[in-house]
């Protein structure tokens, strides 16, 4: 089945420690980004990608990097520089374009605690 | 993009219609009108989007006023499992999508 999975579900970390998580799809579509959700609140983007090999920033960048080598991944690394990284991250992808209807397709989410 | 104000929580009775608002008073010429909702621990799932003329789907309708300020997103038979958080964004054509804080829906037997 075409979807969007998100790797590891649940993640615990130390501080200090970097922490890579997982996205892929097989919608073969162009886009795909990375939200971050904390308790009671909206998504807020982290970065976004339109095509391989570029990659723009959000409105919450800093502490994060991304890559986007293929298609079909776009792994997002929680540095150590990110003072309050605990929060639920979502992965979601799309089509894109001008005229591209902007329906976006979501992982289930990946719930990073920092111990 | 233009901001979108919603109310933070409504109820709604299990089987009756939910009706859920959202104000976008500085909406522009080009920007759509999307909905999302998100079930508690879930990533956000799309319900529908549209542009000026009211939009049905299986899921629901969205009803837009003429003046583009403001629509309604209508689930015409609310069920336990419509329960969740529903997000209205405006967006750009090729624009990103923000999402503010939504409104909870609670619908109750």
């Known amino acids: 089945d075409g979807g969007i999975t998100q790797s590891p579900k649940y993640l615990f970390r130390k501080e200090g420690q970097n922490v890579t998580l997982s996205c892929e799809q097989n919608?073969?579509?162009?886009?795909m980004y990375w939200y971050r959700q904390d308790p009671g609140q909206g998504l807020r983007l982290i970065y976004y990608s339109q095509i391989v090999n570029d990659f723009q920033k959000g409105d919450i960048a800093e502490g994060y990097s991304v890559s986007r080598e293929k298609k079909e991944s776009f792994p997002l690394t929680v540095t150590s520089a990110q003072k309050n990284p605990t929060a639920f991250y979502l992965c979601?992808?799309?089509?894109?374009?001008?005229?591209?209807?902007?329906?976006?397709?979501f992982g289930e989410g990946s719930r990073l605690t920092v111990l | 993009d233009a901001k979108t104000t919603q109310p933070p929580s409504m109820d709604c009775a299990e089987g009756r219609a939910a009706n859920l608002p959202c104000n976008h008073s500085t909406i522009s010429g080009n920007e759509y009108v999307y909905w999302y909702r998100q079930i508690h621990s879930q990533g956000p799932q799309y319900i529908i989007h549209?542009?000026?003329n009211n939009e049905t789907n299986e899921m629901a309708s969205l009803i837009i006023t003429e003046d583009r300020k403001s629509s309604t997103l209508i689930l015409p038979h609310a069920t336990l499992r419509d329960t969740a958080v529903y997000y209205c964004?405006?967006?750009?054509?090729?624009?990103?999508?923000?999402f503010g804080q939504g409104t909870e829906l609670s619908v109750k037997p």
């Open positions: 964004i405006v967006r750009v054509a090729g624009g990103k999508l923000i």
């Open positions: 919608l073969n579509h162009d886009a």
């Open positions: 549209g542009l000026k």
């Open positions: 979601a992808s799309s089509y894109w374009g001008v005229h591209a209807a902007g329906e976006l397709f």
